[in-house]
């Protein structure tokens, strides 16, 4: 891990009035088939601002560093979504929230996941409750996050199922279940790392197992997402 905790996003950015929580933003998008980076723009979705939140209630004021996929439309490509990861890693991310998923496998995203791990950055992305597998959360060391309704602000849960590795609270916004679910988990991974800085992936998802609220399925209780 990096000597200074650094949280970083991969999402549709931020609202104007969270922009001082943000060390640093980066915008990505495609023109022409051709990869773009420049300032990042404000939230235009909603997703991101919301994911933000829910990361800070666990994590607080932990700097934040924010790579921005989505503008105005609900698309992204795995070049995309590639280089916004390869550039947290850049700027020192410790942990990396990636509350999305593709439907396809890409190797582009592949390598860059493997890249990031890799060099010791944890990768928590969210996961459907039932489903198709995503990506990148169905990549080898990525950390699948779905939501579980058993869990209450500040738990977890170990599934170990097909679908999702850990489950965590939802709330009560709707259609955003495992999205929202992600970054609860991230931001309590991130208050981990705060009290354990020295604790290296294998050890840290270890603990995470131990310490979850509830282990195995319950699966009237899962979320959508």
């Known amino acids: 891990m990096a000597s200074e905790l650094r949280i970083g996003m991969i999402d549709s950015g931020c609202a104007p009035g969270q922009a001082a929580a943000l060390l640093q933003a980066r915008r990505f998008w495609l023109a022409d088939g051709v990869l773009q980076e420049g300032e990042a723009l404000p939230d235009a979705l909603g997703h991101g601002s919301a994911v933000l939140e829910r990361i800070r209630v666990g994590a607080g004021d932990t700097p934040l560093l924010m790579a921005q996929v989505f503008a105005e439309q609900w698309s992204t490509s795995a070049l995309q979504v590639a280089a916004a990861l390869l550039w947290l890693v850049e700027q020192g991310a410790c942990v990396v ?5 593709l439907h396809q496998d890409r ?13 010791g950055v944890l990768l928590c992305a969210s996961s459907p409750a039932r489903g198709a597998p995503v990506y990148p959360a169905s990549y080898p060391g990525v950390i699948r996050v779905t939501g579980d309704a058993r869990c209450a602000p500040g738990q977890w849960s170990w599934l170990g199922t097909a679908q999702a590795d850990f489950g965590a609270h939802v ?3 709707q259609g955003a279940g495992a999205s929202l679910a992600c970054a609860a988990f991230t931001g309590q991974v991130a208050a981990l790392l705060r009290e354990q800085p020295t604790l290296v ?3 840290l998802i270890h603990w995470l197992k131990g310490g979850a609220a509830f282990t195995g399925p319950e699966h009237k209780g899962l ?3």
């Not at 190797?107 to 060099?119: D, K, Y």
């Open 107 to 119: 190797p582009v995203l592949r390598q860059a996941c493997a890249e990031a791990a890799a060099a």
């Open 97 to 101: 929230n990636l509350s999305l998923g």
């Open 201 to 203: 992936p294998e050890a």
């Open 223 to 225: 979320a959508d997402g």
């Open 171 to 173: 709330g009560g916004q």
